[in-house]
């Protein structure tokens, strides 16, 4: 078992995590009839630890699958492009969870405590590469976005709200205390500002959110041969990771996205 | 008893769905006095589990009979032509349950986990079918839609505030977490926006329910003749599937509706 | 007794309701000394059981007596006018209840599950006419028709929101789930709309009442006749029913009063 | 004692408040060493009854006694020319009860079940006319007229949303249910509407109020010499009932004041 | 001990207050070893009752010291010019009670249960005096006025939605009922108005406010000397009252300041 | 042990607060293995009081190091040359407690119960100290100032509706009773108010912070030699405190920076 492997695949995971992933990874090595754990049951626990129990009797149609494993490749060819400092190590379309079709594993090359602005722009088109594969391929959109765009929208409101950065709003903090949820009169974030306010907070989200959509789309349609690459790989073996998943990964045309951060400044500039 | 049958009109039903299903079957053939169940007796459980007991109390005058007998075969010719992923496979105009003056059967073809934004444009012009049909035939409305407009609404909701799938709000979440709604403070969906976004919301729902009215009246005026043999054949025997319900849906003219989709992506485009 | 003239004054009565009538009808026989139930017993207890006690020591004076028989004719030359599908069957002007200072009975004909769209004006302007007949004949309002507004606003804003049958607000279901008024938050109907659209539905709500109070005054103009008749007989005998009722109405004048749904649609044509 | 007097003075009341008054004005008589109980046993029960306790230790300055006086002839002389259905039968300035520093009884000649339009611009005007004598007599207000416009308000707000009479706000009722103040998402009164005729409701409230204290004061400034007299014996006795109370009212002027009614209607009909 | 002083210094005091001053005022005589209870005693026990315990570890600094001198010396002066209905009786700069750095003691020369709008904008002024002063000598503002404007602005929302003292607003009483807040759905006062009476309801309690600060700033730059003599003995003895107080206060003009009530009729007259 | 030193860096403790870090310092001493407990002991009891546990485990990246080193001499800086009356006494890049990835300790020179409005402004600058220095240094935000903006709109937004500093808004107190937040109803601060006010209000908040962001970043420009000096100085030890910590603050230029407070008077003063 390459324990370097593993640490490398759970950053920010507490000893209770680890100790989980053990114990999973030893029971599915038991349930295999092996005396040994390894490798491989430690992969499929970190998986279930991460996404959930496989759901095998939620079987995709082929039209479906098809548009999953567009949907997954468009996460991890933004999220390598525009989101580097994280690493795509996995990527499924096996139904796993509560709801998930499939996942995309992005880790942090080493524990974060601070995100720059220029990375929560590049995660914002990173969880909107998987809506703008679907565009880009199908010419339509589906269901299956919806929490990406609910993810995306709390990281957006988040930087607008809590972090200062946007121009427009300025360096204020819009965001009512978190009161836990049970308390009468507490509307979870925002809103405790003027209905100019609201709009003004409302088009700035739409105006990250939008802009990240536009580099997705960028980002997929410069690499679109790896999109197909990995979209067929996908389909064919249902999960890619590793030396595998690398090699096509590596193949990503980096050069020349809009890069929305120095756009902002420019405008704010004039 | 033919088992294909039963499966292909009860997809998506756990296993507790389909024991309910044959214990009522068995049932229903026993206060007939008959040993074996036979395929009417699921046929008539499965309307049972899906829709309610008859309301053998609740006649219906003729004039009502007649509406409600239009009503359903609007619904189910809108939806065989706009939203062909389900098929129709049952109509009826026998009260049942609750509140129900007839129902309109109409399953997928294979478990679906996504649908696509044209399939969510078909399902709302054929929840709008019913409306359509008595501004068609009658000239004037009647309460009987309520329920209709109630889905619809929703639907189109959830394509505007959790799917995107509006180019004018654009790919932000508007939707609240939807928690329990026993908590203080919890208004279901939406607004947790501003004032002008809670507008154009509305105007993007109105917009796409609309549409889909358009598309359900102009499906039923260009099949008046399918549309009235089907009513005729409800009102004399009060419910049509099988091969005799096939016979008359079979005559629709599918050619040269409206696709709103095209001409929002068109819109858009420009 | 005719039974059949009970059942046609008890549509829509549930077997325990009747039973409730059969024993209050004995009760006053009883009470008044006789060994057999009469005619006038059932009749006294439908009213008791669907409009309250007599109130003996509500004693209205002249003037307000006046008032209240103008009212009900009002309503009553109203309904047969413009609600004919149901059938005005007694105009009372003795109080009952906890605040009913008369009433007018108007029964359906049959059964009825749905109601349409002219059916709907119909009633909106039957519940003016005792309004209506305030203003034509004294030429000022009084308090007496707080109740009669806050129905005919409920059916008004139902037709707008949750009907769909106002070609401004489209086939849209405005209407909150209504979930039961002890969960906070819940704020009965309406309102989980933006303000554009909840002003636009109050500008619905306030036309579709406006246009039934107007027809509603050109009814009792047309028919001011029969209006003072009516009122005459009401306050020397109080309570007006059965053949001596029919006479009177039967001479209402029908034709040629406006049709707010042709015009709706006429003017949506343009 | 004159039974027809204590009758005339207690409509309205219900068995029980009687039973009341009669034991209240047997305490008085005991107290005061009498065997039997006098006219004035009476007087002094109902006024207990009806506005509470003498306060002896709220004693008045002269300068407030005087306002006190004023303003409570303004009531009596605007209730007796605009209010005439009701009799004003007794002014004191002696403080009672909780907070009242002078109360003026006016009572209607017969019980009533309905009030008409004008009926209610003369109770606002009366209402109103307290503080309208401290604007005639004094040039400024004071804080002693903050019940009397609260109840105007609460008046001339039924008006509007209740009862239909502003012709601007239409016969739509306005009012949400009142349900028991207990339950959350009660606002009490009002605001189940668009913000526009939110505000459309203020200005008709606003304008029903501020032409009723128009005619108040237009009414005192013709009446002046009535307003002193009427202070005048207030201060001098403390109250003024009766017969005294009777001469000096019997002088008021009561033509050529607005009728807010015939002008509205004039207005309607422009 | 001259007990005329001490009712003069507590008016509006029940029985109950009056025993705790005359309990404290033993006690402090106790405490210091004397058998007889002296005027001092009862002035000290007054100000605990009045105002809390004198705060000894709450030491201020040189600036503060002088700070809070002459905020208390500006409600002093301004109450005396512009609230002579009321007599300033003490200044203390000691801290005391759980937030006051400093108080001013302005009594009414007889218990008082009607304030006119002149008296009410005289308090207005009196309440922004401190604020004034600061203004007035350092040119800058600081925290040591929140709880002044706190009231200030109770007193003029009164003004505006209780009293109807505003020409703008009207006799219109804009105040929900005060129900206790532990209700849900109860927001305090006002708002139960539309959006545009709200915002004018804001208008005029800013205007009521800050021409009282207007007035408050004349007021001492008119009686620069007297806030240096008051604020300089403050600073010495640190609390001021009796002749001492008077024979500073005496000194001030009162003449040619601004009448806010004047020229609001004058407004209002135009 | 120099009490002095002790003292000046914990003004404004109470009792209880000086015995806990006189207990933490021993525990530390004892841990320690020694005796008699030092200097050191009682800084880092006070750190410890102050700003929670060392998080050994959290440990910065070289990058991030970087960022808080530059973001806690950014508050350093800007809070020496703007907010003079309290001194920097500390500043640590050691995470502690709950979420801090360093502090910067700055103390009052003497116990405060006023603070002053150039003070308030100078609070805010500081506050903004760290986000101006990761503007200036790095070109772009991060999510670490979230804290920050929160503190300093609470400032602002006290400034505008408790301390009436705003000249837009006036001497008008915008903030509701800040009600224990247990009650339904209660929203927190602000918000009893009509829309324009809340949307005044917002612009004075952002305008408030926007002005002190601006000054922030001045200072740091001017003063770049410093903010290397003290960045490189923590980056290598993690923490300064006393001589060595004021040789390098000691270098600041104050002079010529922009002074909020007289801009503001000179722009109410046109």
């Given at each position: 078992v390459d324990l370097a492997e593993i640490a490398a695949r759970t950053p920010g995971f507490a000893g209770a995590d680890l100790a989980n992933i053990v114990n999973e990874a030893a029971l599915l090595a038991a349930r295999k009839g092996r005396d040994t754990v390894e490798d491989q049951d430690f992969s499929e626990a970190i998986d279930r630890v991460v996404a959930g129990l496989e759901k095998k009797s939620r079987i995709l149609s082929g039209l479906e699958k098809e548009r999953v494993a567009y949907h997954e490749s468009g996460h991890a060819i933004v999220g390598e492009v525009l989101a580097p400092s994280e690493r795509v190590t996995k990527i499924s379309i096996i139904p796993r969870g509560v709801a998930a079709l499939g996942y995309t594993m992005q880790l942090p090359t080493e524990d974060r405590y601070l995100l720059t602005e220029s990375e929560l722009h590049g995660k914002l088109a990173a969880l909107l590469g998987g809506r703008a594969a679907e565009e880009v391929v199908f010419g339509e959109l589906s269901t299956g976005a919806a929490n990406d765009l609910s993810r995306a929208t709390e990281i957006a409101r988040a930087m607008v709200?809590?972090?200062?950065?946007s121009r427009k709003i300025g360096p204020v903090s819009m965001a009512k205390e978190r009161r836990p949820s049970f308390l009468p009169g507490d509307y979870g974030g925002g809103r405790e500002v003027g209905d100019r306010t609201a709009d003004e907070i409302d088009d700035e989200i739409k105006s990250l959110v939008e802009r990240a959509a536009e580099r997705a789309r960028e980002t997929l349609t410069k690499n679109r041969a790896v999109l197909e690459a990995l979209a067929k790989g996908l389909i064919e073996s249902e999960h890619l990771e590793g030396a595998e998943l690398r090699k096509i990964l590596d193949g990503v045309r980096v050069a020349g996205i809009k890069d929305p951060y120095r756009e902002l400044e420019e405008t704010a500039a004039k």
């Open positions: 709200v809590d972090y200062g950065m």
